[in-house]
């Protein structure tokens, strides 16, 4: 077989071959040679048998055209590399000849004729289909386990929202305030196993939109201040006076970070203090790059055991005294984060004494634009707002329902999609909350019904897509359909409030 392979290449290109021809030609199921006009040169069996093919197939007059085995952006892509770079690598989807479809993990490189024109492509690679079947099976599960946990546990911390607000005795608001912080131990770990999964298959997204920085590091005290202060810690917040007021980057992203790393300071100290710095520590033409560093006198990790907690579901002190809650992940996705941003991460430690933190992100510079301050202008009061609620569950429909008392706002349910648009038609509704998930007819049904399908002004009215899928691409699946807006379950009534009231506005505007 080698010396048929060797027999399809030319000359100069066998030269080049032959050193590596013999450490390489067994490690790979399939092998591919193609030439500049996209014909077939030479398969192996290996490929062959993989799709179904014979070599006469391939390499038959009429129908000689390597483009028909692959989906034309990804082999456009492929080419186009190879012709830039000459190499490429990464997954292609392979279609078989009975219409069935493979997935390659390829490595291609090309030759180059005494004219250093392109002579011949080669492709290399690995069958994957299994394990390409297994992440979809992966992402499957995730989506329902996270819808599953997320809808009931959307209904329980709006209940226990809702309850705090009510004449309570301290020992009742104690016992509330446990609940809270179990539920939402449990949301932060679902949403940390979700974050995992897409760090793991390439999929995490990272944003760039303007935010105020300093407004997000003052937020974070506020999110464990029932912690810091169950446990008599002096939480500290320095923010360097050159710390630009706006940047443009990844708010939700930095937040998660810090997030991750100011609860994991808490959890491992249990007498001085948290401390939470930030810098601007260079500025250049059009970006700063600041850094972060969040510090802690606590119990400090061994030296010896720096790298093994940055591994995911390790912690430091797994025989420490006083369990520690979460999974274990918190490092290792902060980590992942920033390094997804281009960032550095540095984390310096001595046992007993404490841990240090530090990470740099690149932030481009932001300039304000007329319009922002035209909107910062125009924020006149919204009231007598009408919404209609598609939702199946009757405990977030007790929650909506009193949410929407709490906002003042009017309000009529729809147990699924139909129900939905036949409501819509015969009253009068400024904004749809539309669950994605519901019997009969789901969310994305309904809304592209309502977008496509119904008159002016039924068919303009805004959405916000609700759901306790979120997955990477819920938010775009939402939005593509029809929505205006996405809020994942659990929510905060500010939160939901905001997004109503912005859409309301703007819908009036127009």
Known sequence: MNQEFLRHLTHDNRKQLLPMLHRTFDAFAFILLFNSNNEFDYANENFIHATGYTMNNLIANDYNCVTRLFKEDEFKNLTDTLKEQGAWKGHLHLIKKDGGSLWMDVTAFCFHNKDNEISQYVLVGNDITEYKKAIEIKQMFLANMSHELRTPLHGILGIISLMKDSLLTEEQVTYLSHLENAGTMLTKMVDDLIDLNKIETGQL?????????????????IMFSDLIKSKGLVYQTII????????????????????????????????????????????????????????????????????????????????????????????????????????????????????TVSFSLNFSKYIEELSDIAALNNSEEIVNIKVLIAEDTELNQIVFRKQMQKMGFGYDFAENGQVAIEKLQTGKFDIILMDMHMPVMDGFEAIKHIRKNMPEPFNSVPIISVSANIMNDTPSLCINAGANDYIPKPFKISELQQKIELLVKNKKQH
């Open 205 to 221: 997204k990272i944003e760039r939109k303007e935010f105020c920085p300093a407004d997000i590091i003052e937020q974070i005290p």
């Open 240 to 355: 360097s006076s050159n710390l630009p007021h706006k940047l443009i980057g990844d708010p939700f992203r930095l937040k998660q970070i810090l997030l991750q790393l100011v609860e994991n300071s808490i959890n491992y100290t249990d007498s001085g203090t948290v401390k939470l710095e930030a810098e601007m520590v260079y500025e250049g033409t059009n970006n700063y790059i600041v850094q972060f560093k969040v510090s802690d006198s606590g119990i400090g990790i061994p030296r010896e055991k720096l790298d093994f907690i940055l591994e995911k579901f390790n912690q430091a002190h797994m025989d420490y005294s006083r369990p520690i809650g979460g999974a274990g992940l918190g490092l290792t996705i902060a980590k992942n984060v920033i390094e997804a941003q281009g960032g550095r991460f540095l984390i310096n430690s001595e046992e007993d004494k404490g841990t």
